[in-house]
């Protein structure tokens, strides 16, 4: 009888308690040997922050898979650098500097995956960090195996696939489950979890909906008491004493468990070290903070200026509301769409000349990716207004012609309620009825003719969930769950992964 090979893996993610117990439980059974684990869990052998920000440690330079570097760098480096951006807005870091922690990058995901015959690498999510991008594009180019995860917006489902450009079509992945009889109700609005509370927004960072001053200050205060704030602090320790607890141990070779109840590792050197570090942070925070309230400020000056104040919703118009950014949804899953303006201009150029775009900031965006040349360049496109963030979304939906999105969530709220969307990314819902993509192929007559059959609509998403795996990884997304238990859902995790790698 033959056994089971043990499979090599290269880890990034899995950081939550449940996620992680998921990986630890395929540990102890001897279904993977994990080379390397990238996170800020407390078993991950590699810190991911430092990999995030470009202050990893590496040993010399191995010139691993030359003879796929040049394809990678191509396709790759103007969407790292995109994602790399999201971490330092103000670290003041060049186009040069991108250059070289991407191939910093490069030589050491290469050589990982060569000198430790990597059979699997494993994604909690779609690459949209930067150095996760590297790893699964030098990966694909090795013909390593790769499974990425994407928690959908539906309780206790995820998607999976093997390659990142299925995503939306699924077209690789078999049905692995019965179909389920899921109904769907025909109206735009929902309960989103993400979204349940926009008044606090008011009281967030930087965002472009606060009220006065008084309120930034209010924000500044509330932060201090929330947990995650407390957690990143938490973890901050653990990382910081864990690879700093002796002058030799490298974040890339660091395996060990540090408790900061034992009072051993707190000697002279280190707690100098900490106090030098923290200070230095400090200093850096305090400036990039200064810089990025003033950022902020000319940000919020700029939209006011630029809302349309009387709302027509009897007029012929497409609605497109703003992705929050950064993030995935449009760094990972966008494309070139990643500048939505660019999706507006040419929305632009094929509706009708008396159409208009009404153009909605996402209510929780901040200053980031909304510089005054963002705001100038929207001013240039004649039949653009834009509405106040907190105008009903809902309003704009039924009353628009059909809604145009990257791969945002109001796609789905339009089809479900029976109105068209076009889309310029790659959305989870993308093969559904009522959904147009837009290439050079696309004719407006196509999208303003069709008309949604509801019943059609329920029995693809249906089939397309037949896809999904049962179970949370994103632990964001628990709280859909009734009665989320972490150790149920660690082995329910396990078990479907177990299955695909095999």
Request: proline share 3%; net charge positive; with cysteine.
């Amino acid at each position: 009888m033959a056994t089971k090979k043990t499979k090599n893996v290269v880890i990034w993610g899995f950081d939550s308690e449940s996620a992680a117990q998921a990986i630890n439980i395929l540990k102890e059974k001897n279904i993977i040997d994990v080379k390397a684990w990238i996170g800020s869990a407390p078993e991950c052998t590699h810190d991911m922050i430092s990999f995030l920000v470009g202050d990893f440690k590496k040993d010399l330079y191995h010139g691993s898979a030359q003879n796929i570097y040049d394809e990678i760098f191509r396709s790759s480096t103007y969407q790292f650098m995109d994602m790399m951006s999201r971490h330092s807005f103000y670290a003041e870091k060049s186009f040069h500097d991108y250059l070289n922690i991407f191939n910093m990058q490069f030589d050491l995901f290469s050589n990982l995956l060569t000198k430790n015959n990597i059979d699997v690498v494993l994604f909690s999510n779609l690459p949209h960090e930067g150095p996760d991008l590297v790893l699964y594009k030098i990966a694909k180019k090795l013909n390593v195996k790769t499974i990425m995860f994407y928690q959908t917006m539906f309780p206790n489902k995820f998607f999976y696939l093997f390659n990142v450009d299925d995503f939306g079509k699924f077209n690789e992945i078999e049905p692995i489950g019965e179909i389920s009889n899921l109904k769907i109700e025909k109206r735009h609005e929902k309960n989103l979890f993400y979204m349940a509370d926009m008044k606090q927004y008011r009281y967030e960072f930087f965002s472009l909906q606060s009220g006065s001053f008084g309120s930034f200050v209010l924000s500044l205060l509330f932060s201090l008491f929330k947990r995650k704030n407390y957690l990143v602090l938490k973890g901050f320790l653990q990382r910081y004493f864990k690879y700093n607890v002796s002058k030799n141990d490298s974040p890339l070779q660091s395996k060990h468990q540090i408790d900061l109840t034992n009072k051993c590792v707190y000697s002279p050197r280190i707690i100098y070290s900490l106090v030098k570090d923290l200070f230095m942070r400090f200093r850096s925070f305090s400036k990039r903070f200064l810089q990025r309230y003033s950022n902020y400020r000319e940000s919020k000056k700029n939209l006011l200026n630029i809302l349309t104040k009387q709302i027509d919703l009897t007029k012929k118009f497409v609605y497109f509301p703003l992705h929050m950014q950064p993030e995935l949804t449009t760094s990972g899953l966008g494309g070139i769409y990643v500048d939505q303006l660019l999706a507006i201009e040419r929305l632009s150029k094929i509706i009708p000349d008396d159409w208009c775009i009404y153009v909605k900031e996402n209510p929780k965006q901040t200053e980031l990716m909304r510089g005054k040349w963002f705001f100038a360049r929207l001013r240039l496109i004649k039949n653009v207004k834009v509405v106040p963030p907190d105008f009903d979304t809902y309003s704009l939906i039924k009353n628009s012609i059909f809604v145009a999105t990257i791969t945002g969530t109001a796609g789905w709220e339009a089809i479900s309620g029976g109105k068209n969307v076009l889309v310029f990314g790659n959305p989870e819902y993308k093969s559904l009825p009522g959904v147009f993509s837009y290439d050079e192929d696309f004719k407006l007559e196509d999208i303003l003719n069709y008309k949604i059959n509801h019943d059609e609509l329920e029995r693809e998403l249906n089939l397309l969930l037949c896809k999904a795996g049962d179970g949370v990884i994103d632990e964001s997304y628990s709280v859909m769950v009734e009665n989320f238990d972490i150790t149920d859902n660690a082995l329910s995790v396990a078990t479907f992964i177990e299955r695909l790698i095999k």
